[in-house]
T-cell receptor
Framework: ETGVTQTPRHLVMGMTNKKSLKCEQH?????MYWYKQSAKKPLELMFV???????ENNSVPSRFSPECPNSSHLFLHLHTLQPEDSALYLC????????????FGSGTRLTVV | AQTVTQSQPEMSVQEAETVTLSCTYD???????LFWYKQPPSRQMILVIR??????QNATENRFSVNFQKAAKSFSLKISDSQLGDAAMYFC?????????????FGAGTRLTVKP
């Protein structure tokens, strides 16, 4: 499989649940990103990883916890979320950190109830 | 901080006609990249076209072309011979050319409808 793959496609969780979003890329890219896309708002950068090291955390609440075990996989662990966290979470990758365009996945539509 | 503004929340075009989507940005930097991304109902953001700020020539990709006005900080997207498959959200994006700059800034998007 090529490109950036995100699972699950949809997720409904309660505020006390713990869940994880998964992102996988088979492009040989070295940088990976998490973005949050809320209705009628610009995409918001959450986290950036380069060669498995976190290089940016954009003032994201601690209830979001990223993990990058290798350069092909990126996770976003979720716990005790709020209803306002409901959004589309997009993963992206680029060949090198800060260079060129990004390749995006199809996102996980998260609903917090 | 850099900001990207798309002033048209929605646009529509007749099939086979031409439409232009507007984008302006604010930056004090001289070297940067500009992008147009398309997000169809499948939700995947797809890169449509890219422009390097140091290039004076406007980028083109088949039916897609841009009008890059650096002094005016304007970066519009022209879609020629519109097709039904062009219907989607279109996002304009800015990224600094500094190597350690990780933040690609996006506009709020323009929803394009293509009428048969």
């Amino acid at each position: 499989e090529t490109g950036v793959t995100q699972t699950p496609r949809h997720l409904v969780m309660g505020m006390t649940n713990k869940k994880s979003l998964k992102c996988e890329q088979h492009l040989g890219h070295n940088a990976m990103y998490w973005y949050k896309q809320s209705a009628k708002k610009p995409l918001e950068l959450m986290f950036v990883y380069s060669l498995e090291e976190r290089v940016e955390n954009n003032s994201v609440p601690s209830r979001f916890s990223p993990e990058c075990p290798n350069s092909s996989h990126l996770f976003l662990h979720l716990h005790t979320l709020q209803p306002e966290d409901s959004a589309l979470y997009l993963c992206a990758s680029s060949q090198v950190l800060g260079v060129g365009g990004y390749t995006f996945g199809s996102g996980t539509r998260l609903t917090v109830v | 901080a850099q900001t990207v503004t798309q002033s048209q929340p929605e646009m529509s075009v007749q099939e086979a006609e031409t439409v232009t989507l507007s984008c302006t940005y604010d930056t004090s930097e001289s070297d940067y990249y500009l992008f147009w991304y398309k997000q169809p109902p499948s939700r995947q953001m797809i890169l449509v076209i890219r422009q390097e700020a140091y290039k004076q020539q406007n980028a083109t990709e088949n039916r897609f072309s841009v009008n890059f006005q650096k002094a005016a900080k304007s970066f519009s997207l022209k879609i020629s011979d519109s097709q039904l498959g062009d219907a989607a959200m279109y996002f304009c994006a800015y990224r600094s050319a500094f190597l350690n700059n990780n933040d690609m800034r996006f506009g709020a998007g323009t929803r394009l409808t293509v009428k048969p």
